[in-house]
């Protein structure tokens, strides 16, 4: 029954931007630690970014200034704002949700990003 739904994936020319989000269901979303992974073809899963049940944010090296993190606890939703697209950005981005206290994760399906001439 627990579900994480990502959307707002596509298509978009080199320098543009998407929003992504994700949309949590049947979690108490306050208590999760909240994380966006990626994985392109031929390589590992990579984390991008995360934000804690505090707010704090971090971000990996290769999207730092470009990408930013959040979420809205009230719609129970995280998101990913994407600025400055290159075509390394090209995978399918997943969302995590992380809860140290009961030690339970959960992924979301994934959704397409592609960027491209």
């Known amino acids: 029954q627990v579900q994480l739904v990502e959307s707002g994936g596509g298509l978009v020319q080199p320098g543009g931007s998407l929003r992504l989000s994700c949309a949590a269901s049947?979690?108490?979303?306050?208590?999760?630690?909240m994380f966006w992974y990626r994985q392109a073809p031929g390589k590992k899963r990579e984390l991008v970014a995360e934000i804690g049940r505090d707010g704090s944010e971090s971000y990996s090296d290769s999207v730092k200034g470009r990408f930013t993190i959040s979420r809205d606890n009230s719609q129970n939703t995280l998101y990913l704002q994407m600025n400055s697209l290159k075509a390394e950005d090209t995978a399918v981005y997943y969302c995590r949700a992380r809860s140290i206290l009961i030690e339970e994760t959960y992924w979301g399906q994934g959704t397409q990003v592609t960027v491209s001439t």
């Open positions: 049947e979690i108490i979303f306050s208590y999760y630690d």
